[in-house]
């Protein structure tokens, strides 16, 4: 008796896609950290900002309506990937269907992979091609006011040190709204590559202050989350954000999850397996975010 998949397809592929599922939930992900995942309802996806409200106005008897617009927007369209294989449908060779779990399990990996690089592309674009609604690089030296408020950076070329990093923080807690009223940020995140893992680990957990003989404490210790995302993101490169904000306006975008399809061709007994998914990400304000590039 000859088996194939043509005569027990319901379960090979019940066994192919419980396979491919699992390898999904064994990857470990830093989207969820980092983005808020939303469910598109339409194909394009608009984003707006709207400027800060004026300032509270001493009473003077009567209500002072403060004023507020629309200010820059942006707008994003899906990315399609799929990633397929074809297999024998023989079930006899059992190495085949062996080397086909093995193929499905990697499968799912790539496509996982695929969409971690999309959310990293943020970062890994932050200096140059990652556009946010103002039209400018997510880390840029100048980013404008739509309302006439005064350009500001929040950009650096600082090698990641204890220093650097108090440095930044003191920017963050002096930035202000596009309409220079006060707006302090409070960094409480840094995203690395694995390349300063080990500087950032010592940094962050140091109990005396670096570099020195003193027995000064360290001012850093236990100050910030670590997120290392290994080898999505730029040598070098290093980003202190305020999760909060960052939740707010860094989106993933999912008009269709990572699928998983199987379609028999019983003209040549073979058995066509793929993967497909829609999805993008954006960062649509600058704010929650410091980047520096040392290079």
């Known amino acids: ?35 808020t995942r939303e469910v598109p309802k339409a194909r394009l996806v608009n984003s707006q900002l709207i400027s800060d409200i004026d300032t509270p106005a001493l009473w003077d008897g009567q209500i002072y309506y403060g004023e507020a617009e629309e200010t820059y927007s942006k707008t994003l369209a899906p990315l399609k990937y799929s990633l397929g294989f074809k297999v024998d449908n023989d079930m006899s060779r059992f190495d085949l269907y062996n ?28 200096f140059d091609t990652s556009l946010v609604a103002d039209g400018l690089s997510l880390c840029n030296t100048a980013h404008t006011s739509y309302v006439g408020g005064s350009n500001q950076g929040n950009s650096g070329t600082s090698a990641l040190s204890s220093a650097a990093i108090e440095a930044t923080r003191l920017l963050g807690s002096k930035m202000q709204t596009d309409k220079d009223d006060i707006d302090p940020i409070d960094y409480d995140t840094i995203i690395i590559n694995s390349d300063n893992e080990e500087t ?9 202050k670096l570099g020195t003989a003193n027995n000064d404490l360290n001012f850093n210790k236990g100050k910030y989350k670590i997120i290392v995302w290994r080898n999505f993101l730029n040598e070098g490169d290093w980003f202190m ?6 939740k707010e306006y860094f989106k993933f975008y999912e ?26 990400a954006e960062a649509i304000d600058w704010k929650p975010i410091y980047g520096h590039n040392p290079a």
């Open 1 to 35: 008796m000859t088996i194939s998949t043509a005569k027990f397809q319901s379960l090979t592929k019940r066994d192919l896609d419980n396979i491919f599922h699992n390898q999904l939930s064994e990857f470990k992900s830093y989207l969820p950290d980092i983005f």
């Open 99 to 126: 080397q086909t779990k093995m193929i499905t399990k990697q499968t799912a990996r790539k496509m996982k992979m695929q969409k971690e690089r999309i959310g990293a592309s943020i970062l890994t674009g932050a």
């Open 200 to 208: 950032l680990w010592e940094i962050l957990h140091t109990s005396g």
């Open 241 to 246: 954000c305020d999760s909060r904000l960052m």
């Open 255 to 280: 008009w269709q999850p990572i699928t998983f399809i199987e379609s028999a061709d019983f003209d040549v007994q073979a058995t066509k397996m793929a993967s497909i998914m829609q999805n993008n």
